[in-house]
């Protein structure tokens, strides 16, 4: 890939977060995505999530598969640990990193292709292990680096720039992690940062596997009348279930927050995501209302976007295999090997 550096020039008078750095300190190289790809807005939105929660560079990890949404952990906090894996292989890469050492910040980044095609197996596992990851999926509904084909998130009757409408049934991410017992997943558009932001921010503070499923318009080959992951289309049938403010702990909740106008939602990190209702009584903790919306509003050809779903109470990987707080990758030789009389133990069970 093709990696152009930014020039190391940024105002003086740029706010600056707890431990002293801008954003411009968060940013990697120059895009070399198709210009007003959605795909870019994201990376924005991740720069300032992680610029406001004040993670220290080198304790984030960036983990992506193959396809445009994988370049983007090469466009943002160029001094965090990154890796491009094999396509649809995001998923065991991060399960490998986070074995070894549980104390960094996993951000995986992947696309509809890489996730719910050639990957799902590999999506799926990684929900069953509830791995302490913020997984996002920048949504477009086509494989953009290889000329536009429709991906699995496609819409029946999705029309294609060339060739014949969609016919087959789509992959809804969000819907598909509810099933398969995800405990944070949320939706939303690339260019709504203000929800956005918050949501990814959620993600990267909750305990255990985070989906963060993103509309993100491809604007070469998929952003023309008929497609429903254009921008027009996204705009016209967007249906916001709540507005997500982010409240970070070094902040009290004021009292001005009136009972029935916000829900709090205590994260294991610390942090509240608070929930603002709309018209509807919305619940982000009921499993089975969440089926219930998800299915009535794709039913009505609409965009769900928000917190759809939070569990706390689910153990997340480490906790599950009940493995010790220090991470692997720092205990010693002799804290890794279980010596002699321990293996002739394991051994004799094969006996």
Known sequence: MTYIAKPRISHPSL??????LTTRDYEGAVSTLCAGCGHDSVTAALIQAVFELGIEPHMLAKISGIGCS??????FV?????????????PSVTTGANAANRDMTYIGVSGDGDSLSIG?????????????MCYLIENN???GLTKG???ASADIGSKPKKGLPNQQEPIDPASAALALGATYIARSFSGDKEQLVPLIKGAI?????????????????????????????????????ANIDYIHPSEEIKASYQAGDAMPIHLHGGDTIVLRKLDRAYDPTSRAQAFKLLRERFNAGEITTGL?????NRAEMHELMHNIDTPLSQLPYEGLQPGNDELRKLQGRYR
């Open 15 to 20: 706010p600056k977060n707890e431990l002293g």
């Open 70 to 75: 994988s370049k983007t952990p090469a466009y």
């Open 78 to 90: 160029s001094q965090a640990h990154g890796f491009n894996s094999v396509h649809g292989r995001m």
């Open 120 to 132: 799902v197996g590999q999506f799926v596992h990684a929900i069953r292990r509830n791995l302490n």
């Open 141 to 143: 509904g086509v494989y």
């Open 149 to 151: 084909q429709f991906s």
């Open 205 to 241: 503070m909750h305990s255990g596997f985070s989906l963060v499923d993103v509309i993100s318009p491809c604007v070469t080959f998929n952003d023309h009348e008929g497609s429903t992951k254009s921008y027009a289309h996204t705009r016209e049938f967007y249906n916001h279930v």
């Open 308 to 312: 759809l779903y939070v569990n706390e």
